[in-house]
């Protein structure tokens, strides 16, 4: 990178905008708005949660180019494990400003004394895979984004388990059945979370985040939809959750977020049941598509998702980096 042509700064709230321009550039199937920014931003921030983000400007135009971040994972929160983000424009590829934001972040995270700096790079963006394995990171899982067309999803396939449930008491419902806005809805569906959210396999320890983060994220975020948010109980505790979300700028698409079961009811049938409703309820909507992540690590999940039609899209490498002394 040409320093004498680009100058790496701190991120400004008002680079925001542009951020949204670019990942929307580089990743069209995920695009965000500024506002989503904003809203996950905020979030991502709260304390003890760890965020260093740095911008790159072109010192001619003051436009802001690229984006790298340093963060830690609400779900698996270790100072001593952090995240690194890259996010060129693609008009300001190849002048070595990603290189030069890696190398940063690197130079940063030793400063702080992390042991492991975690990245991603897509299979088919050769470069950013060069990159990783040139500094070193070594693979400790893949992950892809799963897309499942709504028309040609088997749904008549899958056996519809409510009665079934229903005999052993458990019963289906949804969050905005349950009441969304409910302080006892919103404990049993926290703890829920927690409980389920401990199992899921990750590259690092399980931290779950706080009540204010998870309601402020899933319970009343900018994509929530409480009548797409599919909950088993049984009498007054929660069992089971699998929640769909949509973004501003895909409004043919549903997001499907969590999905969990409690440790104890699990092999039922509830996760599958779960996320059958969730897929008519986009074929009733008249959603196209629906997107989700899964990894290598988690076969059941994926295995779920298979059943239900999800095909693999866009699949990306992550690594781990020592910094080990
Ligand atoms: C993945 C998870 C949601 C499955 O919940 P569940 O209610 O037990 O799933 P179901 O009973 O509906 O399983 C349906 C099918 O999925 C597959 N499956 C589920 N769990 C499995 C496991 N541990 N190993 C292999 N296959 C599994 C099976 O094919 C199963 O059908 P079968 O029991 O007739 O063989 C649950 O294990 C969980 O909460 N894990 C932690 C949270 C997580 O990882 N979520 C995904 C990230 S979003």
């Known amino acids: 990178m040409d320093r004498t042509c680009f100058l790496l700064r701190p991120f400004r709230d008002d680079d925001v ?8 550039l580089q990743f069209p199937e995920t695009p965000r708005t500024a506002d989503e920014i904003r809203h996950y931003r905020e ?16 010192r001619s135009s003051g436009r802001m180019v690229a984006e790298g971040e340093l963060g830690s994972s609400p779900h698996s929160f270790d100072p001593k494990r952090l995240w690194a983000y890259v996010t060129v424009d693609p008009e300001f590829e190849r002048l070595g ?32 895979l060069r990159f990783l394995q040139r500094s070193g990171f070594v693979e400790k ?12 999803a088997p749904l008549e396939s899958i ?5 079934d449930l229903a005999r052993e008491d458990i019963e289906l419902t949804t969050l905005a059945e349950e009441g969304a806005d409910r302080p006892e809805v919103r404990d049993g569906v926290y703890r829920l979370s927690v409980e389920a959210s401990r199992d899921v396999p990750r590259v690092g320890v399980y931290t779950p985040v ?11 975020g900018p994509g929530v939809l409480p009548d797409a948010f599919f909950l088993a109980k049984c009498g007054h505790e929660y069992l089971g959750l699998s929640n769909l979300e949509k973004l501003a700028a895909l409004p043919a698409t549903l997001i499907q977020a969590f999905t969990g079961t ?6 039922r049938g509830i996760a599958l049941e779960l996320k059958r409703r969730g897929v008519a309820y986009a074929r009733r909507q008249g959603f196209k598509s629906i997107q989700t992540f ?7 999940m994926w295995s779920i998702n298979r059943r239900l039609g999800y095909q693999r899209q866009n699949e990306w490498l992550e690594g781990e980096l020592s910094l080990v002394p």
């Open 141 to 152: 899982r893949r992950t892809w984004r799963s897309v499942l067309e709504v028309a040609s």
């Open 43 to 58: 979030l991502l921030g709260l304390p003890p949660q760890i965020r260093y983000e740095v911008a790159v400007e072109e």
């Open 159 to 163: 056996p519809n388990r409510t009665d």
């Open 262 to 267: 409690h440790p104890a009811w699990r092999r």
């Open 210 to 220: 706080s009540r204010a983060s998870f309601v402020a994220a899933h319970l009343e």
């Open 17 to 24: 905008e542009a951020f949204a321009r670019i990942g929307s």
């Open 97 to 128: 400003i990603g290189r030069a934001l890696g190398d940063h972040l690197v130079h940063e995270a030793r400063r702080r004394e992390v042991r492991f700096l975690m990245a991603g790079a897509r299979l088919n963006h050769p470069r950013a």
């Open 294 to 300: 899964n990894d290598s690590l988690n076969e059941p």
